[in-house]
């Protein structure tokens, strides 16, 4: 079969945060696979690396499914990167999320997927949606151990340190997080832990 490969190298600017990508791109000369071309990238910047291995399509759209491995030292610069406001202190950290991505008319849903956030390891499956300004996340995540200390910190330190600051009732980062995203969350957890305190099995709906 006649096959069509292309090398893809370059870099961008984007909110003044410079990107790096690497692909490869071919595209099969099987019928029923001309719409479909088989693609490994990459892209990295100072404050994420993304590693993709699927395919990307046309269908009504752009579509992109296939592996992906994305991970981010520290979450909350990458927040104040898109726009959002994120806490100054405790949280927020070291992301790292694999798992089968399918994107395409502006929704990404991650199947099969690992989400590793400051420490706490779920599995399940999240779909992110972004419509205008607002970012809808759905989905499920199960923990074997999830530790809330570093955000109860943080939003306490938020509350009581910065609030007499910025005038406000709310800490700046959860009026930010309220303000522009909408989550259908379901988490459960075999051991929840807050400050001072270890339970048991537990669930819990956003």
Same mark, same amino acid.
């Given at each position: 079969?006649?096959?069509?490969t292309a090398t893809i190298t370059g870099q961008a600017t984007f909110r003044g945060q410079r990107l790096k990508l690497n692909a490869t791109v071919a595209k099969p000369a099987a019928k029923g696979t001309e719409n479909r071309w088989?693609?490994?990238?990459?892209?990295?910047?100072? #404050?994420?690396?993304?590693?993709?291995?699927?395919?990307?399509?046309?269908?009504? !759209?752009?579509?992109?499914? +296939?592996?992906?491995?994305?991970?981010?030292?520290?979450?909350?610069?990458?927040?104040?990167?898109? !726009?959002?406001?994120?806490?100054?202190? %405790?949280?927020?950290?070291? @992301?790292?999320?694999? %798992?089968?991505?399918?994107?395409?008319?502006?929704?990404?849903?991650?199947?099969?997927?690992?989400?590793?956030?400051? %420490?706490?390891? !779920?599995? !399940?499956?999240?779909?992110? *949606?972004?419509? /205008?300004?607002?970012?809808?996340?759905? +989905?499920? #995540?199960?923990?074997?151990? @999830?530790?809330?200390?570093?955000?109860?910190?943080?939003?306490?330190?938020?509350? *009581?340190?910065?609030?007499?600051?910025? %005038?406000?009732?709310?800490?700046?980062?959860?009026?930010? @997080? @309220?303000?522009?995203?909408? /989550?259908?969350?379901?988490?459960?957890?075999?051991? #929840? &832990?807050?400050?001072?305190?270890?339970?048991?099995?537990?669930? &819990?709906?956003?």
């Amino acid at each position: 079969h006649r096959r069509t490969t292309a090398t893809i190298t370059g870099q961008a600017t984007f909110r003044g945060q410079r990107l790096k990508l690497n692909a490869t791109v071919a595209k099969p000369a099987a019928k029923g696979t001309e719409n479909r071309w088989q693609t490994q990238a990459t892209v990295s910047s100072s #404050l994420f690396d993304a590693r993709f291995d699927g395919s990307i399509g046309e269908e009504k !759209g752009l579509r992109l499914t +296939g592996a992906v491995d994305l991970s981010a030292p520290r979450l909350r610069e990458v927040a104040r990167w898109v !726009g959002m406001e994120s806490p100054l202190a %405790g949280n927020l950290e070291a @992301l790292r999320l694999r %798992g089968t991505l399918d994107w395409t008319s502006g929704a990404m849903a991650f199947s099969n997927a690992t989400l590793t956030i400051d %420490g706490n390891e !779920g599995v !399940g499956a999240v779909t992110v *949606t972004r419509v /205008a300004k607002r970012t809808a996340v759905e +989905g499920t #995540l199960a923990f074997k151990r @999830l530790n809330l200390t570093p955000y109860v910190a943080s939003t306490m330190i938020e509350r *009581t340190l910065l609030a007499p600051i910025f %005038g406000a009732t709310r800490p700046p980062f959860m009026a930010s @997080l @309220l303000d522009n995203l909408d /989550a259908d969350l379901r988490i459960s957890s075999d051991a #929840l &832990v807050i400050p001072g305190i270890e339970t048991g099995q537990g669930a &819990v709906a956003i």
